[in-house]
């Protein structure tokens, strides 16, 4: 395949685990965050804060973002992006966890 035949697109799977060690101060700042935007119209707002005052996983979703993410990368520009959060029981130490695993598709190694 030449250059010319390449597509441009390229996609960036990232996953990772937070541990959250102070759930009052993260939900003040999603709570922060969704009173800051201006663009949200109120039911969805009312729906979001208690989203948030609710599950931890949902307020780091509201505060992480995937353009943050690429922004300062050069050359490139977010197409599109989805994410999502969840709570999970997380052992360090378990064989289940292997930063190193692969998902057979050796197109993503660099």
Known sequence: MTG??????VRLRVEMVVEVGDAEKL???A???IAEDAHMPAEERT????????????AIA???????LVSQVPGTELTQASWSSELIDYDPDSPDWDPDEHDGDEDDEL
């Open 4 to 9: 010319d035949e390449t597509s441009r697109f």
């Open 31 to 33: 709570l922060g965050r």
């Open 27 to 29: 939900t003040g700042a």
């Open 47 to 58: 729906h979001a804060e208690a989203t948030v005052q609710e599950d931890v996983a949902e």
């Open 62 to 68: 509201y505060l992480v973002d995937p353009f943050d």
